[in-house]
């Protein structure tokens, strides 16, 4: 198994930088690579990036790039996101999960672990 929690939300103006944190462990942990999706109000959950420990795949959504960068920290087990340039489309529930198909990282159904979410609120 494994376990994240994500942290860093909150309530930002537009035009600001986020980063969002998501601490990981479990035995188990160099077997999954993790993803950070998001859900807005009315809107389907969606995968904005993924990448592995060794960090030789990385997956970005078309609507992610360029403006949301993913990384890793594996001696503090945690995946970090990076919000630049914030707008008030980017409010949304920000959740972290693991997935052990480190082939396919976009593919969402395979992400099996799920951390609890971290809210980030872009006022205009």
């Known amino acids: 198994q494994v376990q994240m929690v994500e942290s860093g939300g909150g309530l930002v103006q537009a035009g600001a930088s986020l980063r969002l944190s998501c601490a990981a462990s479990g035995r188990t942990l160099s077997r999954y690579a993790l993803g950070w999706f998001r859900q807005a109000p009315g809107k389907e959950r969606s995968l904005v990036a993924a990448?592995?420990?060794?960090?030789?795949?990385?997956y970005y959504a078309d609507s992610a790039k360029g403006r949301l960068t993913i990384s890793k920290d594996n001696a503090q087990k945690t995946v970090y996101l990076d919000l630049n340039s914030v707008s008030p489309e980017d409010t949304a529930v920000y959740y972290c999960a693991a997935t052990a198909d480190l082939l396919r990282l976009q593919m969402v159904r395979n992400y099996q672990y799920w951390g609890q979410g971290t809210q980030v609120t872009v006022s205009s």
């Open positions: 990448i592995d420990w060794s960090g030789s795949r990385i």
